[in-house]
């Protein structure tokens, strides 16, 4: 019995980096053209550029291309969403469902066709397309059509330029080097946005990045946000005095030019 063991034992030994290194034959080695974002008074929008390379210890596979799929999500806050409907002419709240996990942005950037660089069974396992990364709770057995506050909220976001499927926006040079743009929107919400990577092959992901981009309110925009929320009472004398003195300045002003 031991001398049958031994050459099993040897043989997979043998084994064992042969797969390690087939595992990790293809690496993402990921850069960004900024990793934090500020938010002030004037902020419109940022564009992060999304640029790196792939490392390699065998040759370029031959069979099937390399594909890149790059997603960035926002903070994921569970949102309720209720749907209305008319009665006695009134349009009043009815159904309502809570929607467990939704980013409050999500992009997804690909170098071909979503379905030609993912499978369902991929998507389903890394949770890619816009549809999976929403997550909802099981609704109330006498709701109807549960899964249409989710689409609700996909359909809602996307109209606000929220969500966003790039279909061929990254671009692959010799199946080595890749870079792509995402442009974020002016209504950010703070928090972390973490951005992930994904190279492929027929489908099937061989190899995943994940970093993270901070997104912060700064200047008067932060010290506003700070005391609408810490002290609301004395932000909203700030805000009444300064009403009055803005329609003060502008009653003055057409007095003056009235009398001229």
Do not use: C
């Amino acid at each position: 019995m031991r001398k049958l063991l031994l050459p099993a034992l040897a043989a997979a030994a043998l084994l064992l980096p042969q797969t390690a290194a087939q595992a990790a034959k293809e690496e993402v080695v990921l850069g960004l053209s900024q990793d934090r974002v500020a938010i002030t008074a004037t902020f419109d929008g940022s564009e992060i550029l999304v640029f790196g390379a792939v490392k390699r210890e065998t040759p370029i596979p031959v069979d099937d291309p390399l594909e890149v799929v790059v997603t960035v999500s926002g903070p994921a806050p569970a949102v309720m969403v209720r749907r209305k409907e008319k009665k006695l002419g009134i349009w009043v709240n009815a159904d309502s469902v809570l929607v467990d996990s939704a980013p409050a942005f999500y992009a997804v950037a690909t170098s071909a066709p979503f379905d030609e660089v993912l499978t369902d069974t991929e998507d389903l396992r890394h949770r890619i397309s816009i549809e999976r990364a929403i997550r909802s709770v099981g609704a109330a057995m006498h709701i109807r059509g549960a899964q249409d506050f989710a689409d609700a909220v996909v359909r809602i976001r996307e109209k606000n330029g929220l969500y966003s499927l790039r279909e061929n926006t990254v671009a692959v040079d010799e199946q080595t080097l890749f870079r792509t743009a995402i442009r974020m929107p002016a209504n950010l919400t703070e928090g972390t946005y973490a951005t992930r990577i994904f190279l492929t092959r027929g489908g099937e992901v061989v190899s995943s990045y994940e970093t993270a981009i901070d997104v912060r309110k700064v200047g008067l925009e932060k010290f506003l946000y700070a005391l609408s929320r810490e002290q609301p009472f004395l932000y909203g004398l700030m805000s009444l005095a300064i009403a009055i003195a803005a329609g003060w300045g502008a009653s003055a002003a057409f007095s003056l030019i009235r009398n001229r």
